[in-house]
């Protein structure tokens, strides 16, 4: 896949993600590995997500975080997804959000939970908060998500304690995807709590379900 072709993803999920209401003014940031190198490319810092239609205002980075290319620097959470990438061998796009429901979720150090056929992806039963506020833009964070990843080693995101979601993908497509499915499961847990008592779906109903959605799929 050519670095345009990279860059173009990055830009159509920022606008995806902007327009959802996942991100607000110049916050939140994805990244991607380039095939067949050690580089990464990574949203800008501090760039208004309309300017996004012009896919070549991304950047490049080492897996060190040092900028190789780019008209701009590169977010300011690059060190976040330098050492995600270094570490996540399986992962190959990173989606980073402030999404309102999910972080509000996260500023109370509580956690998402699969309440819905959205959430069967989400590769665990529940969506963990880091343990502890840290500061943004720092080393300190990326460690942070991988210590709650050794807690649920199968999740695909992890909520930063008042600082929003990490999402984790094959691709950017999945990981933008994955995003906008935490975001809807913690607005409905948020909501149901307001009305009762929520029901989460179980491990064992998580399971069938998958197994019943691959069935049809096969079918």
Same mark, same amino acid.
């Given at each position: ?10 830009? !159509? ?46 950047? !490049? ?16 959470? *690059?060190?976040?997804? =330098? ?13 980073? =959000? ?6 509000? !979720? ?22 963990? =908060? ?57 607005? !409905? ?7 009762? *008592? ?22």
């Amino acid at each position: 896949m050519e670095k345009v072709e990279i860059f173009k993803q990055l830009a !159509i999920g920022s606008l995806t993600l902007y327009r959802a209401g996942l991100v607000s003014g110049t916050a939140g940031n994805i990244s991607a590995r380039i095939p067949n190198s050690k580089l990464i490319a990574i949203t800008p810092s501090g760039i208004a997500y309309e300017k996004y239609s012009d896919e070549m205002i991304m950047c !490049i980075v080492d897996s060190d975080g040092k900028k190789v290319e780019g008209r701009f620097n590169p977010s300011s959470e *690059t060190p976040m997804h =330098t050492i995600l990438l270094r570490s996540l061998t399986h992962v190959n796009a990173i989606v980073h =959000t402030h999404s309102p429901f999910a972080t509000a !979720i996260g500023c109370t150090g509580g956690y998402v939970p699969v309440m819905g056929l959205e959430g069967l992806h989400f590769g665990a039963d529940k969506i963990l =908060t880091t343990d502890g506020f840290v500061l943004p833009g720092s080393d300190q964070m990326g460690y942070r998500v991988l210590d709650t990843l050794n807690k649920s080693p199968n999740s695909k995101a992890v909520l930063l304690q008042n600082h929003g979601v990490v999402v984790f993908g094959n691709d950017v497509e999945e990981a933008v995807s994955l995003a906008q499915a935490v975001e809807f499961c913690a607005k !409905i847990y948020c909501l149901a709590k307001l009305v009762g *008592t929520p029901h989460e779906l179980t491990h064992e109903e998580i399971q069938k379900s998958l197994e019943h959605y691959a069935s049809k799929r096969m079918a």
